[in-house]
């Protein structure tokens, strides 16, 4: 480790708000989906949105060393690009629409972009000839989600053939996307899958080529339609040991959550009844003395503002409610009933503390929010902290 990263840790867990990542759990996640897939599906690890907001190239640097992770897919061409930049070296795929802008290196950078629109393909074959370099690209597939993709009839069979035909393009794979597959109800998905599987098969009697990855599961998919393995598979929130729903059973699967939020008391205080307390004075304080620690966390970190006289923190392994409304960078919270509560100790606001544990779906049922969203949204201000080992 370089000392300034060492440095940084160090910084961070004496500091004001961090998350913790272990990178044990995504090792163990991984090998659960290993185990739960066919023999030899590889599996296409997503980090979107810096890897749903846990550190995508830190992530892709653990994963590096998996001979069954293929790659990683991004959303967009410089998330993609960030990585080559920190050293990832397997295979990127873009998942959606990609500008003109960044044509010209997906050949140079071995990015590959989805496609599905003749004037893109034009362009991509036009750029991949100026920079003397082949694109590889991925054939997105509409089968019932309808959001991008060509549609698996007679005009996307005549998309697949522009395809082969174009200068500089090589089709490496075929994807599409469940809609429903974290759902109990299986038939949506079954007939996405039939779908796509005909598409194929037609691409194959059609032009005679074999597409050599042909993929379509997600999370929900990797945990419930073995079926759907094909020749990869693409892992989300999984890997960060999240669930696609309420409704995906939870013991096919074994998951670890990765990360942990933590921060620390500031500021312990005894008030007494009849006290409001932050803005709006939405809560005010009743029964004898009340005892609030605050703590420097807030919405400005993404932490949900909709926790606001909802949720709660955990301190010395005990809940702590949340109260009145959160502010963008602190919030205060009632330790009345944990004794000796003191300035400077950590409060974990996700992640376990003794018996007690604070889970992404938690705060997803406390806020009504969606626990992929939620991880998501934890900031570039919130230092990341990698334990591994
Ligand atoms: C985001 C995304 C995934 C991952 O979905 P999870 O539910 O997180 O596993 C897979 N495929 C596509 C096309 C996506 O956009």
Request: proline letters at 6%; hydrophobic letters at 40%; glycine letters at 10%.
């Amino acid at each position: 480790m370089k000392t300034d990263d060492l440095q940084e840790k160090i910084t961070a867990q004496n500091g004001r708000i961090w998350a913790q990542i272990d990178l044990d759990a995504i090792r163990f996640n991984m090998e659960s989906m290993h185990a739960s897939t066919a023999p030899g599906t590889p599996i296409i690890a997503v980090l979107k949105t810096n890897a749903y907001g846990h550190g995508a190239l830190s992530i892709a640097t653990e994963l590096e060393k998996i001979p069954y992770v293929w790659g990683y897919a991004v959303a967009t061409f410089e998330e993609a690009a960030a990585l080559r930049e920190g050293g990832a070296a397997k295979p990127i795929l873009l998942l959606g629409y990609v500008f003109p802008y960044c044509y010209g290196q997906l050949g140079p950078l071995d990015i590959r972009p989805a496609v599905f629109r003749p004037d893109m393909l034009r362009q991509l074959s036009g750029a991949a000839r100026a920079a003397g370099s082949e694109i590889r690209v991925h054939i997105a597939v509409d089968t019932g989600m309808t959001r991008i993709g060509i549609t698996p009839d007679e005009e996307g069979l005549s998309f697949v053939g522009q395809v082969l035909a174009a200068e500089g393009i090589i089709l490496e794979g075929m994807f599409t996307h469940f809609a429903r597959a974290d759902e109990t109800d299986r038939s949506h998905t079954d007939l996405q899958l039939k779908r796509f599987r005909d598409f194929e098969a037609a691409v194959r009697e059609r032009t005679g080529y074999r597409i050599p990855m042909v993929h379509a599961s997600n999370s929900a998919g990797i945990i419930s339609f073995t079926e759907a393995n094909l020749n990869a598979v693409r892992a989300g929130i999984t890997l960060y040991g999240l669930w696609p729903s309420p409704d995906v059973p939870k013991d096919i699967v074994p998951l670890r959550p990765v990360m942990s939020l933590y921060s620390r008391v500031v500021y312990v205080k005894d008030v007494p009844a009849g006290t409001p307390v932050s803005y709006g004075g939405t809560y005010v304080t009743s029964g004898s003395a009340t005892r609030i620690a605050t703590v420097p966390a807030g919405y400005g970190d993404g932490y949900p503002r909709a926790l606001s006289g909802k949720g709660y923190v955990l301190i010395r392994g005990k809940r702590a409610p949340i109260l009145g409304r959160i502010c963008m960078d602190q919030m205060m919270v009632d330790v009345t009933d944990i004794p000796d509560v003191r300035e400077n100790e950590v409060v974990t606001l996700i992640g376990r503390d003794g018996e007690e544990e604070i889970t992404m779906e938690t705060l997803g049922d406390l806020s009504g929010r969606f626990n992929y969203e939620l991880a998501c949204d934890i900031n570039q201000r919130v230092p990341r902290v990698f334990v591994n080992g």
